[in-house]
Antibody, heavy 119, light 107 residues
Framework: QVQLQESGPGLVKPSQTLSLTCTVS??????????WSWIRQHPGKGLEWIGY???????YYNPSLKSRVTISVDTSKNQFSLKLSSVTAADTAVYYC???????????WGQGTLVTVSS | DIQMTQSPSSLSASVGDRVTITCRAS??????LAWYQQKPGKVPKLLIY???TLQSGVPSRFSGSGSGTDFTLTISSLQPEDVATYYC?????????FGQGTKLEIK
């Protein structure tokens, strides 16, 4: 059974960079066939797709966030990470990591981590 | 980018009712559509993929249909545990956009 777990600071100051890591267990990122993704949910709002990375390192980002987002993978640690730069209060959200099937839908999600942007 | 629009945004129905939620894509996406259920305070759960394929373990009262631009999620007989927000998601190509959600309550 694949499990994903987000980790990182719960509080980030405005203009700084939000950094989160997703640790995968029960399956290897480097086995291929899946797209490792980040999705966020603003408080009381809907789901916003941030982007994905394939084990090879290829990425795709939501155009609305592309200039500020970097997703990277560390296959040796079976982890992938999210960096979001120049954050504002509008980036306050629950951030989920998820495993996407090669076709693109999400069968496994982390529990989510709330990141608050505030001074 | 393709936009996904759900309707209604919220609805209230009685236990045992047949409930239908609609998702419309701004361009055709074939059958590359998934539905998720998110209960309050919980993680989204995959219900249906490929527009009409039920994920393993999901009750058979849930069903999906549609292709191209118009899709529906149907609950044949609403149960109290179905109170949740439902999201559609397109995945024919990136970005893999979600609909804005439909909040389902019991009347």
């Amino acid at each position: 059974q694949v499990q994903l777990q987000e980790s990182g600071p719960g509080l980030v100051k405005p203009s700084q960079t939000l950094s989160l890591t997703c640790t995968v267990s029960g399956g290897s990122i480097s086995s291929g066939g899946y797209y490792w993704s980040w999705i966020r949910q603003h408080p009381g709002k809907g789901l916003e797709w941030i982007g994905y990375i394939y084990y090879s390192g290829s990425t795709y980002y939501n155009p609305s966030l592309k200039s500020r987002v970097t997703i990277s993978v560390d296959t040796s640690k079976n982890q992938f990470s999210l960096k979001l730069s120049s954050v504002t209060a509008a980036d306050t959200a629950v951030y989920y990591c998820a495993r996407g099937f090669s076709s693109g839908y999400y069968g496994y999600w982390g529990q989510g981590t709330l990141v608050t942007v505030s001074s | 980018d393709i936009q996904m629009t759900q309707s209604p945004s919220s609805l209230s129905a009685s236990v045992g009712d047949r409930v239908t939620i609609t998702c419309r894509a701004s361009q055709g996406i074939s059958n590359y559509l998934a539905w998720y259920q998110q209960k309050p305070g919980k993680v989204p759960k995959l219900l249906i993929y490929a527009a009409s394929t039920l994920q393993s373990g999901v009750p058979s009262r849930f069903s999906g249909s549609g292709s191209g631009t118009d899709f529906t999620l149907t609950i044949s007989s609403l149960q109290p545990e179905d109170v949740a927000t439902y999201y559609c998601q397109k995945y024919n190509s990136a970005p893999r956009t979600f609909g804005q959600g439909t909040k389902l309550e019991i009347k």
